[in-house]
């Protein structure tokens, strides 16, 4: 067991040294857009079923509104789909019941939409619900059989792992098991921003969640595994701002902070909703979407559909936005760079009540004080016109002033 363990610990040493174009398989060059079963027909896990038929519907909603064309174009499954035993010969299997078609028959009808299809895997023992099989063990076995399924994402959550190995062996183990099928798989690293993970986990994989679960709420105690200050919608914002991401952020290695809880009904609104897609995408983060996409209400579709908001997400700075004053009046300014010189800015009110007046001055995004820089509000899509000094706006609780800048040259 000894030299075993020796042995792995110096493949991450190998994977680690070798690192600055380990992992770009040519998968997750920007980041990755689509829709995860999560909470779509279930409250997010706690039934902990999905089903092909849902799948296969959702997946044909995408297309017939045209959001594969804004770039979701992954349908991926959450913990939710696999038999609690494997085949015969030892490889993982659907559940039957769920899935009578089969995975490798599902997975060419989404290809047929022109679709990439993910699902979901735990580096441990058993997955995290309900007794599923999980990876360990079997890397090398589970990557041919998923390769050979044609999946072209894999997520792995940190369940039942086993405590003779660190994270970053584990998931380094995982990836050259991936890598070695000669399918290209984005590699979906999910260990809730345990052991540091934003100094390692872009050699491993192209998405590398930071902080514990993601829950529909504004604000949600800190209650379950994993780092950050809850798993609300302010907790993330709040924690992802002693990060510095744009530290971290780089192409083929996105921070993950994880689903999009986009107008999960009753709890998160629209407002809420908004400030979510808002900072995802000045974060450079994977947008994959947790909650129904199938016949987008207005509302829906003006977040998720918003082709200047996600050219944000998707821009070639491959770096991601910082927070640049976080005011004892509740309100923070956030800025990022983009590759044509101009900037992204959030203006963030993050109190339960009152507006505020924010304002961002052209020195705090390094340009000069007296410099005409013009206002685009992203959101509206339109010119807010042309300003020296800087800019100010009413900001409503909850809400954000969400605007592209430009200096003139």
Same mark, same amino acid.
């Given at each position: 067991a000894g030299v075993v363990i020796m042995m792995s610990r110096l493949l991450v040493w190998l994977l680690v040294v070798c690192s600055v174009h380990a992992y770009n398989n040519g998968m997750g060059a920007t980041p990755p857009m689509g829709w995860n079963t999560w909470c779509t027909d279930d409250a997010c896990g706690a039934i902990d079923y999905c089903f092909e038929s849902v799948i296969k519907d959702v997946a044909k909603s995408i297309v017939t509104q045209g959001l594969n064309k804004l770039g979701y174009e992954y349908i991926n499954l959450d913990d939710c789909w696999s038999d609690t035993n494997r085949s015969s010969s030892g490889e993982l299997q659907p559940n039957p019941k769920q899935f009578p078609s089969g995975m490798p028959a599902l997975i060419?009808?989404?290809?047929?939409?022109?679709?990439?299809?993910?699902?979901?895997?735990?580096?441990?023992?058993?997955?995290?619900? *309900?007794?599923?099989?999980?990876?360990?063990?079997?890397?090398?076995?589970?990557?041919?059989?998923?390769?050979?399924?044609?999946?072209?994402?894999?997520?792995?959550? =940190?369940? =039942?792992?086993?405590?003779?190995?660190?994270?970053?062996?584990?998931?380094? =183990?995982?990836? *050259?098991?991936? =890598?070695?099928?000669? *399918?290209?798989?984005?590699?979906?690293?999910?260990? &809730?921003?345990?052991?540091?993970v934003q100094t390692w986990g872009a050699n491993v994989a192209q998405m590398y969640r930071i902080q514990m679960d993601h829950i529909p709420f504004w604000h949600y105690p800190h209650s379950g595994a994993g780092l950050g200050y809850g798993g609300g919608t302010r907790d993330i914002i709040e924690y992802v701002g002693t990060l510095n991401p744009s530290t971290f952020v780089r192409q083929y290695g996105w921070m993950d902070p994880d689903f999009l809880e986009t107008?999960?009904?009753?709890?998160?609104?629209?407002?809420?909703?908004?400030?979510?897609?808002?900072? &995802?995408?000045?974060?450079?983060?994977?947008?994959?979407?947790?909650?129904?996409?199938?016949?987008?209400?207005?509302?829906?579709?003006?977040?998720?559909a918003n082709p200047e908001v996600i050219s944000i997400d998707q821009d070639p700075s491959y770096t991601a936005g910082d927070r640049l004053a976080n005011n004892t009046d509740g309100s923070e300014v956030w800025s990022r760079h983009l590759f044509n010189g101009d900037q992204a800015v959030v203006l963030f009110n993050k109190n339960d009540e009152g507006p505020r007046t924010i304002k961002v001055t052209w020195s705090q995004l390094g340009w000069p004080q007296n410099a005409n820089v013009t206002v685009r509000d992203l959101w509206e899509r339109k010119d807010m016109g042309a300003y020296t000094q800087g800019y100010s706006a009413i900001v409503q609780p909850h809400d954000v002033f969400y605007f592209r800048a430009s200096v003139e040259k």
């Open positions: 060419e009808y989404i290809h047929s939409l022109g679709l990439k299809f993910g699902v979901y895997t735990s580096i441990g023992t058993k997955t995290c619900k *309900r007794n599923r099989p999980g990876l360990f063990g079997h890397f090398d076995q589970d990557a041919a059989t998923l390769a050979k399924w044609g999946v072209d994402f894999v997520k792995t959550d =940190n369940c =039942n792992k086993p405590a003779q190995f660190t994270e970053q062996e584990l998931f380094s =183990n995982l990836s *050259r098991s991936l =890598n070695q099928t000669g *399918r290209p798989m984005l590699f979906s690293l999910c260990e &809730w921003g345990d052991e540091n107008m999960f009904p009753i709890t998160m609104s629209f407002t809420d909703s908004k400030t979510e897609y808002t900072f &995802w995408t000045l974060w450079s983060a994977p947008l994959i979407v947790a909650t129904d996409m199938r016949d987008l209400s207005p509302d829906k579709a003006y977040i998720l």
